[in-house]
């Protein structure tokens, strides 16, 4: 009787797609700034009185951000649920707007860094809710694919940050008309984050009035502890391979985009211009890459097949991106760079689906925690180092890190397997309601 009850009360809701457009919006704003300040460091430099070295730090301030909150975050969304996390999100983002607005009014770096500081603990307190998403307010057979959906944005903006400032304060105008569009720039930004918080504060709802899927109402059934989550997934050794696996691609991510602009600048000085644009069609080629590896990992199930050979082919594309620098290629390397981050970002939602499946029921906030503490504790050594081989040394020296992490990533993506959990789960359910019927 409960199961038959169970299969009546499986209903889809409306409020699901208005749920995900504002988290993706959420996701733009706020990833849009990670390296707005990088793009223009021509202009910041003389305007905050600082180096290269120090606006480098606007960037990799979010890994020791991710570190310390991540833990906090995991905690607050299986507390107290995904509407909650979402507004700490929104919230820490319009503060962390307004206060960069206010250090370019009267010019203080150090309350620049703060500012970028909330706005990243905003982004730790986002980053936990895609699989949730998928796994509450969709059905399990499309995870994957909502989970890029939700993530794409996280790329876009990306693109925003790099494209965005060098339009919004262009190279050659004097110092009192680039601090007026500074002013006018960061405004908007604050604008736009009070808009996008009080949305969410009156739009948002923390989990649909039925299951969205036989696997979503069994995880509710078999709420399992947080701690006691923790003990389960640490000891499962399918997980251990898989967040090895894609700790290391998604590291990879991480620096080759976070060192974009300092990477092509190397190459081609004081073209602030080309670097917007080549950031911009990068990160828009790493939203394909999320949409489109996902779509085929849900269709084939293969979560396995579909990284190794991600893997093996962003080898041959790391020799040709130094080979096309050198060349002072600008179509070369735009070309190079957007298929490198098709692969290199594409396996985003799978890793974080992929490891949801491995643990299911255990909770997704716990998966996907591992996994971005892990990631971040790799990123943020991994760009200080690559940024100091790029500044000191050549791009062989600089990439052979990156070599590394993928050799790593390809062996242990060998002993990793399709087990999917929760799709089983799914499938037993529904057995079982045709038996019971």
């Keep these: 009787m409960i199961r038959v009850k169970m ?16 988290y993706c919006l959420t996701n733009l704003h706020i990833n849009s700034q990670w390296t707005q300040f990088q793009v223009i460091a021509d202009i910041f430099r003389p305007y905050f009185g600082v180096t290269n070295t120090d606006i480098d730090w606007t960037v990799t301030i979010w890994c020791p951000i991710y570190l310390v909150m991540c833990f906090v975050s995991a905690y607050c969304l299986d507390k107290f649920g995904l509407r909650s996390c979402l507004l700490m999100a929104s919230g820490f983002n319009l503060f962390g707007s307004a206060i960069k607005y206010y250090s370019i009014i009267y010019p203080d770096f150090l309350v620049a860094c703060l500012g970028q500081s909330l706005v990243a603990t905003g982004q730790v307190f986002n980053f936990f809710l895609p ?110 391979f898989i967040l090895i696996t894609f700790t290391f691609l998604q590291t990879l991510a991480n620096v080759v985009l976070g060192l974009l602009s300092p990477m092509i600048s190397k190459y081609f000085p004081n073209q602030n211009i080309l670097i917007g644009i080549i950031g911009a069609i990068a990160s828009l080629s790493s939203v394909f890459g999320s949409l489109i590896l996902a779509w085929v990992t849900d269709k084939t199930r293969k979560y396995k097949l579909v990284t190794l050979i991600s893997s093996i082919l962003m080898v041959p594309l790391f020799g040709l991106l130094i080979y096309s620098l050198e060349m002072g290629s600008k179509l070369f390397v735009t070309i190079v760079i957007a298929l490198l981050c098709f692969l290199v970002a594409g396996t985003y939602p799978i890793g974080m689906d992929f490891i949801v ?12 925690t591992l996994m971005m503490f892990s990631n971040q504790l790799i990123s943020w050594p991994a760009t200080v180092l690559v940024s100091y081989l790029l500044q000191y040394y050549n791009l062989y020296y600089a990439f052979s890190p990156f070599l590394l992490m993928l ?31």
Excluded at 7 to 22: A, G, N, P, Q, T
Excluded at 216 to 224: D, F, G, Y
Excluded at 357 to 368: D, G, L, R, T
Excluded at 409 to 435: G, H, M, P, Y
Aim: proline share 5%; with cysteine.
């Design 131 to 240: 699989s949730s998403i998928a796994l509450t307010w969709f059905p399990a057979e499309v995870a994957s694919t909502i989970t890029a959906i939700a993530l794409f944005p996280m790329f876009f903006g990306n693109g925003l940050g790099y494209y965005l400032p060098s339009l919004a304060v262009p190279d050659g105008s004097s110092p009192s008309v680039q601090k007026m569009d500074l002013e006018r720039f960061f405004l908007y930004y604050t604008l736009s984050a009070s808009l996008l918080y009080f949305l969410n504060l009156f739009l948002l709802k923390n989990r649909p009035k039925y299951p969205s899927s036989l696997a979503s109402a069994k995880a509710l059934a078999e709420n399992t502890e947080f701690i006691e989550s923790w003990k389960v997934i640490l000891t499962n050794r399918l997980s251990n």
């Design 7 to 22: 299969k009546d009360e499986i209903k889809l809701s409306k409020h699901r797609f208005l749920v995900l457009i504002l």
């Design 357 to 368: 499946q491995a643990n299911y029921p255990m909770s997704e906030s716990v998966c996907v």
């Design 407 to 437: 050799l790593i990533a390809l062996i242990t993506v060998l002993f990793t397997k399709d087990q999917l959990n929760r799709d089983k789960a799914n499938s037993d359910t529904e057995n079982l309601i045709k038996v019971t019927d």
